[in-house]
């Protein structure tokens, strides 16, 4: 909606929402961009020392199950069942109910997931051999089932920290969680470092383990100052207890849906080129680096809002809010698309191009990154939409979908390497189309039924309007970086994609405040705020 057509009738308690929603952001976005910062170092590294070879494909391929377990049993299944229920006991000022159940939550992870890593530690092999990588060499399903059983370790401890994390976004505190990923990526690419040379991928291993106990060490300061109390329970026909349970059970699911697709990647990819898993993982992290600044740190900011007007009974307050939010999701991540799309091959060159990542590693990664970015917008605005749902206490509906979703990727999968080989084209590129195509479908029949439960888009035209605004605006910055890519291609790498940012992104901005979009002007002004004015830490 334009800035002069925003109605007077939003109440003092809705801008108040919006305002804590932005604010969090501004926080969790600025420590996210150091995290993925850090997270390219750490990939930079790797991609110095193995490239796209056979060693780093069996490393990725031994994080599917620890990731998986992971999913099922913690994770951000745990924090979206776990946020909506703690901020309901907070609503009530009963903080002393919220640590037990906390507790109780806690104690039941522990046990769960260290039971079922012992087991899948002693099976890994067989697992490696038969479910992960069956092309894999038997050189590679070694080295793949030993680096699993390392990665468990990790597993458990990200386990305790989800908890901690979810605690600490329920009282609104996003700082130092929003720093712990930070710190894992750190400590992994200091073990790539400094470890890789004489241990090879077992080096990014050991950084693993030791930057999960530094995500979790980093955030039990601010525990103390929330005066979180630890009780020894288990406590399982606690209501709160069981309604945790009730609403990550299918959460869980959805994630293990979303952990099977990145397996069914691995098995596909396992029986092509050699490196063909290194690539479509370098592609995907390029295209998640503007999701998880832009989508995944406002989501998170978002999330204790939403379940803070759900449990008030403040329906009106929480569509206003989600539009607001979806929308300033979407005008950052939908230029950041066409950026990604045209400046993907001297991004990747810029980026990871060095020691044993050559120039036939930058292409086929940007080959992968094509058909990746496409999906941007999508993963982006599911981030939103989930926890619209998770904050309503649905948590079946989005793994319904999501199942859905993952089974169709596995066919389209099957079908567009077929295809792709057909038509002479690198294959892997089939598997990052497949992923694109699902997801934009999950999030288009999601938003769909979100809008039949809770009326979310009731102001249709007002989400509309700012989506031509933002199109014109990607149309002008498309322009521009075709201009870019034409006058500077023989110019380094690093310098084409510096021009294209600062070229396409001022473009962009000009275009958009030009047509009068709401959000450059919401942007500029809570950054203003939060530079120039003191937030109290408990809203942050």
Known sequence: ????????????????????????????????????????????????????????????????????????????????????????????????????????????????????????????????RTVIAPGFTPAQHALTAELMRWMLLSTLIFGISGIVMGILNARQHFLLPALAPAVYNLAIALGAWLLGPSLGVRGAVVGVVVGAAAHLLVQLPALRRFDVRYWPRLAPHDPGVREVGRLMAPRALGLAAVELNHLVNVVLASGLAAGSLAALNYGRMIMLLPEGVIAQSVAIAAFPTFSALVARKEHAALQRVFRTTLRSVLYLTLPATVGLILLREPLVVALLQRGAFDARSSAATAWALLFYALGLASHAALEIITRAFYAAHDTRTPVGVGVAAMLANALLSVALIALFRQLGWAPHGGLALANTLATTAEMGVLLFLLHRRLGILSDAHELTGALGRISAGCLVTALSLLGVNAAFAETPAWLQCGLGVVLGGGMYGLTTLALRCDEPIILMHTVWRRVHKQIPSSES
């Open 1 to 128: 909606m334009p800035h002069h057509a925003v109605p007077n009738a939003v109440s003092p308690a809705i801008q108040s929402h919006t305002r804590r929603v932005a604010r969090a952001a501004i926080i969790v976005m600025a420590f996210f961009v150091l995290s993925r910062a850090l997270g390219f170092l750490r990939e930079i590294v790797i991609a110095r020392q193995f490239g796209t070879s056979a060693e780093l494909d069996a490393y990725l391929a031994a994080f599917r199950i620890p990731d998986l377990l992971f999913a099922l049993m913690a994770g951000g299944a745990l924090g979206s069942a776990l946020i909506p229920v703690l901020s309901e006991y907070l609503a009530r000022d009963d903080g002393r109910a919220a640590w037990k159940l906390a507790s109780a939550v806690l104690n039941w992870v522990v046990l769960a997931m260290g039971g079922v890593a012992t087991l899948v530690a002693l099976g890994a092999p067989v697992l490696v």
